[in-house]
């Protein structure tokens, strides 16, 4: 069966764009991929005018994975077996906290919420499935950012953007990392109205089955003084853990 050349291409420009989180020009695109520069600027090109790629237009621009191939993404998510495995758990951890429980993954420099669950008289939150928000000042982000591998969080850390957004957000690197350590200790993570004033969220990380973290679940709601948002950061750990056992996680949570 004699397979398109120029397919073929643009499957080699969008694997190679996607393994590039700080982006890559055109010209190593070509390089890397043995193209001759009319070939590759015309993929290219037609990939930004359709959403599978994002140009960065500075001295030379960049091209990162566009918000088109991150949807279909997400719809292959939604797609995946492991979703029907954690629904039923979530919907009734829902219920049963009478709280909008998420589970979200880390793309790039953000986290995206895949799933949300609400119980019957949900309290309006702003996020949706689909969305993103900074890594650095919601439970999710630190939950799963706490236990993903050294490497790979330094890289993350690399294109982090500590931008404020309410008196209570973590602002630096340091703090940062230092917050993961005492996610680390606890199990779970806090959103202490960092992200927005009227919201506090609590998140818990899942395993996959080769220990990886696969992402994280949280728990948010209309924030109270009387609380008691460890209590329920207790709740969401031991909720995590039994989403990783459900999918084969046998190690140490």
Known sequence: MKL?????RTIEIL???SRKTDGITLDEICEQLSLPKTSGYDIVTTLVQTGMLHVAREQKQRYTIG??????GINYTNNLD?????DPVLKAFSREVGKTVFFGICSDD??????KYEPENPIITTATVGARNPIHCTSLGKAIMAYTKEEDMQEVLKRMTFKKYT???ILTKEDFIKELEHVREKGYALDARELEEHMECVGAPVFGQDGNIMGAISVSSL???TEDYDALGRLAHAKGRELSKLLGFLGKY
Do not use: D, G, M, Q
């Open 67 to 72: 918000l088109t191939a991150y949807r279909i």
């Open 4 to 8: 398109n050349r120029t397919t073929l």
């Open 110 to 115: 953000a986290v995206v919420y895949i799933c």
């Open 167 to 169: 008196e209570r957000t």
């Open 15 to 17: 694997k190679l764009v």
């Open 223 to 225: 924030y109270k003084p």
């Open 82 to 86: 492991f979703i029907s495995v954690i």
